[in-house]
């Protein structure tokens, strides 16, 4: 009998290949780049596409986010679903009752949230607070928070009003030197505005210490008799009320600066850390809450996003949010000696 011989079949392992691999993350990263956005601003995900459109439109620089993907009427309509109410401060401002009697206390806590870390600081004395503004804004350049509260051999401060990043050209620029709106100081306008009897969101202080939050025209502020003032809103609470009833304002989640007054006087400046790790950020409506909780009467929302900043003691004590830290602007609040 013939010995039938047994072939062994070797199978051959393959061999890897470098551009199959490289091919397929980068079909990976495509797909991804393309389908997650439609996803997200198109699928079910309702509370999703709304802090991400708020958190874009509210900045300055990254608006582009949202306004790719998405009309000007379908922006309006997601933004519209959280209203901030507009509360006259009115007769409010008379329900504010301290003394101006100098106090040099400062107290400060540590804010801990559910996603967001941060600081308050309580000045007893609401005649001590101030606008300050960089020195070099008559050259376009703005300055960092802490170079602006030293300059003004301040013990504290922490941003203020917003500006714009871009040159004529529409390009980007970065120097933090155009404000927008208001900046006044001691009764002095650092940055003026065109038509005196239009109203705009503004923080500002009176002569005697009373916060001023809300829409008012300058010729408003000096009929109060407003030596501080900057342009940036919205105002959160008016007369001891929340203007934020339902939803978390519209501006989705990012850092957050804010001022408010106790009825006794005193200012409270908050500063809230975020796209970090360890602080995601707060909405308009955490910002509130906070105030609230704090003793507010009166409180309004400041620029925010990577200017996010706290000066206190000589350093800065939050951890903003900007790749090389602190940012250039153009104005901040701080606390005299």
């Known amino acids: 009998m013939e010995r039938k011989k047994k072939i062994k079949k070797i199978k051959k392992k393959k061999k890897f290949s470098f551009k199959i691999f490289m091919f397929f993350l980068i079909f990976e990263f495509v797909f991804t780049g393309i389908t997650a956005p439609l ?7 309702k509370n999703v596409r709304k802090t991400i459109v708020g958190a874009a439109m509210s ?53 801990d949230g559910k996603k967001f870390k941060g600081y308050m600081l309580v000045v007893h004395d609401p005649t001590r607070v101030k606008v300050g503004y960089s020195s070099k804004l008559s050259k376009g350049l703005g300055e960092l928070t802490s170079q602006i509260a030293r300059n003004n051999n301040a013990i504290a401060a922490i941003n203020a009003g917003g500006f714009v990043d871009k040159n004529s050209d529409g390009n980007w620029t970065g120097t933090g030197g155009q404000p927008v709106g208001i900046i006044m100081n001691d009764g002095k306008m ?47 609470v008016v007369n001891g009320k929340p203007t934020i009833k339902s939803g978390d304002g519209g501006w989705g989640i990012a850092p957050r600066t804010a001022i408010g007054q106790r009825e006794d006087g005193a200012i409270l400046l908050l500063v809230i850390d975020g796209r ?62």
């Not at 996803?39 to 995900?45: A, H, R, V």
């Not at 409010?92 to 009697?101: L, P, Q, S, T």
């Not at 650092?190 to 916060?211: F, H, Q, R, W």
């Not at 809300?214 to 919205?234: M, Q």
């Open 190 to 236: 650092i940055n003026d505005v065109s038509n005196p009897d239009a109203k705009d969101d503004v923080m500002a202080i009176t002569e005697e210490g009373v916060l001023l939050v809300g829409k008012y025209s300058l010729n408003e502020l000096r009929d109060l008799n407003a030596k501080e003032a900057i342009t940036f809103g919205p105002a959160l």
């Open 276 to 337: 970090q790790v360890s602080s995601v950020g707060a909405t308009l409506r955490d910002v509130q809450d906070i105030m609230l909780e704090y003793g507010a009467m009166s409180a309004t929302n400041l620029d925010g996003g990577s200017s996010a900043t706290m000066y206190y003691d000589g350093e800065v004590i939050n951890n903003p949010c900007n790749p090389l830290g602190e940012r250039a602007i153009p104005s901040v609040v701080y606390v005299t000696p």
């Open 39 to 45: 996803i997200l601003f198109y699928g079910p995900f």
């Open 59 to 111: 900045t300055l620089s990254h608006q582009y986010i949202a306004t790719t993907f998405l009309s000007d009427k379908k922006i309006k309509e997601i933004l519209s679903e959280d209203v901030v109410e507009v509360i006259d401060q009115g007769k409010g401002i008379g329900e504010i009752k301290f003394n101006n009697k100098h106090d040099t206390n400062i107290e400060r806590y540590d804010i």
